[in-house]
């Protein structure tokens, strides 16, 4: 067979629309409207093209340092990956066993699944959060003796729930397997996990970030996690020796160091989430609170989720709606600029 059996009935990630028109109003793949950080330019203009002869650093050590540094810790307990889709996938195959599974929240980040496919083994969702209507409780006894890894998104993506540490550590302490926990929108929120993650006594806990929503860096594909050395040393001996590209590892470590263009661009996002979180609720919109750039949120009743889209979409506005039962009922709409919140109100006013 040409093709092994699971990946011919693998239903591939589908990753949000990409239009080439500039006129569009993007708020479908909780991109930052915001451009990266000016240093970014100039190490881009400054950039020898003589290092692209050469093969990058296999290490990114600047860059694992200045992370290390930024949280407490060593670089031997960082590693960077291509996107923090990279680091998922490492994750996947470094510590799943093919008669085990992976978990997730049900509702979560579609890409989890998956990746259990891709990997040949199961997937468990747990269901929680407002958005199907369970209990949130992830405290309670673990879905699945055979779950080996929880990929566990906080915020959650889409529904930007945030658990508070205490919450996520209990989780932790219970479940014998390695916990992600996927930061990706953290920047966004009241809090965030990295001091489990450094932590002396933490054994199963990996704390991931990305570049590409809070440094608005989605294009340069960086992410990284921190966590205990040797689950960091494992991701080490399976990734691709060179999986940060030169330019990526200057362009990143640019974008890092700036703090404060990083969280002047985030506090002005969070200010543009909460003014449009009001004005849906304003007008009859079920608003799940959001900790992170993007909102998941429900038409008024009578009006239809998947309508809203295609009338969204008719007017050159593009967000995201997610078909079934868990979420099929709501759109999930990226935190642009104030402009662009306007230009989407503006649309949903002349809809009635
Ligand atoms: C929860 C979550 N994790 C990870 C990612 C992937 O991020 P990256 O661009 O670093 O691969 C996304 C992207 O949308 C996401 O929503």
Redesign the pocket.
Known sequence: MRIARHIQSLEGYVPGEQPKSKSVVKLN??ENPYPPSPKCAEVLKSFDLDNLRRYPDPNYSELALEIAKRFGTTPDRVFV?N????V?SLCARAFVENDESIGSLDP??S?YKTLAAIRDVKWMGMRSGRACDAETDIRRPIIDARTSLFLL?NPN?PTGEFREIEDIAAFARRFKGVVLV?E??ADFARGNCMSLATAPTNRNVLV?R????SYSL?GL???FCVGPRDLIEALYKIKDSYNVDAVAQRVALAAFKDRVYHRKTVATVVKTRKAFAKALLKRGWDVIPSEANFVFAKPPEGTKASDVFAYLKSQNVFVRYFPGPLTGDRLRITIGTDEEMKKLLDALDRMN
């Open positions: 793949t909780n990956g996107g923090s889709d990279e998922l979560s980040y890409l998104t993506a996927d990706a929108y991931m990305t570049f590409s929503k989605a594909r960086v992410g």
